[in-house]
């Protein structure tokens, strides 16, 4: 599971922890202590898109993110890291706009990307509203 912390001075989530704070649904109050994209991505991303981002199929489908067109539109990968699709969560309450952009710009420019215009926190925050 992905490092959590407590946007307060508790705890990071561990073993012990009641199962409904280890849920896909978590309050607000969490966010992830992750600052770069690729340590976003390896923390969070990769347990459905994989090592490689080839995704997966199985009980759910995790789509490809490599050489994908869909991250060519900025604003369609900041919108789904920040509301969800389908069965990916919502990360918008877990993430910053720092956050969510480094991990965009991350996955627009690895995995076969080459997008280079660069996501700011500032296009973040402009989605958010």
């Known amino acids: 599971m992905a490092a959590l912390l407590l946007q307060s001075s508790s705890p990071v989530l561990g073993q012990n ?3 409904a704070l280890k849920s896909r649904h978590f309050s ?3 966010r992830f202590v992750e600052t770069s994209g690729e340590q976003l991505y390896i923390n969070v991303c990769r347990g ?5 981002a080839m995704g997966a199929s199985g009980a759910a489908s995790y789509p490809s993110l490599v ?3 869909n991250l060519e ?3 369609y990968a900041i919108d ?3 509301n969800g699709r389908r069965a990916m969560p919502s990360f918008g309450e877990m993430m910053s706009d720092d956050q969510i952009a480094a991990v965009v710009n991350y996955l627009r420019t690895h995995f076969g990307n080459s ?5 700011m926190a500032s296009d973040v925050q402009a989605a958010r509203r």
Not at 48 to 52: K, L, Q, S
């Open 17 to 19: 922890d009641p199962p």
């Open 28 to 30: 607000s109050r969490y």
């Open 48 to 52: 459905c898109h994989m090592v490689d």
């Open 67 to 69: 050489a994908n067109r």
């Open 73 to 75: 539109a900025s604003f």
């Open 80 to 82: 789904v890291v920040l």
């Open 115 to 119: 997008y280079s215009d660069a996501v």
